[in-house]
């Protein structure tokens, strides 16, 4: 073994382990960036970087369940946008959600309710996508002033990141 071999070997799995929390970053990112075009309250975001877990608090849209669809679908269309691939545990409650969303649906409407639920989640990310690299990259950034694995952004911050975003 030579010499470097330990040293391209760290950097190997330092580089898988930053492309996991930015796909993490992107995943929460999209949900929050969604939520905040579609018109809710944006509480904060959060990502916890042992774990692998992340959270993105908003407000619910009564009455409109195309849009909390939209919401929870944001994340994973957020990584697809973005080319970031977070692992399947960072997706479990967004398809526990996205199933207790459709069931409210009459049979036949789910399927048109998913595809609309996409689409917006869909043109809604390409058109704010600036803001979710911003949001996602704040959250990165915080990693190495954050005294523990959580990583959070909340208040004026997060009001500041999330200023221009737009619904379309
Ligand atoms: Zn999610």
Redesign the pocket.
């Known amino acids: 073994m030579n010499p470097g071999d330990d040293e391209d070997e760290l950097d190997e799995t330092a580089d898988r382990c930053d492309a996991m929390d930015r796909a993490l970053a992107v995943?929460?990112a999209?949900?929050t960036v969604v939520a905040r075009a579609l018109g809710a309250d944006v509480l904060f975001v959060e990502i916890d970087l042992a774990t692998g877990n992340?959270k993105?608090r908003s407000s619910q849209f009564d009455g409109s369940p195309i849009k909390n669809l939209a919401v929870?679908v944001?994340?994973?269309r957020a990584e697809h946008l973005l080319d970031a691939h977070s692992s399947r545990r960072?997706?479990v409650?967004?398809r526990r959600l996205m199933r207790e969303i459709l069931l409210r649906f009459p049979d036949a409407e789910r399927r048109l309710a998913r595809a609309e639920g996409y689409r917006l989640a869909d043109a809604t990310l390409r058109a704010n996508a600036v803001y979710v690299r911003k949001v996602a990259d704040g959250l990165l950034a915080r990693r190495w002033i954050s005294d523990s694995a959580t990583v959070r952004i909340d208040g004026v911050e997060l009001a500041a990141l999330l200023a221009f975003v737009h619904s379309i």
Do not use: N, Q, R, Y
């Open positions: 995943h929460e999209g949900h992340g993105s929870c944001a994340g994973c960072t997706k409650d967004d």
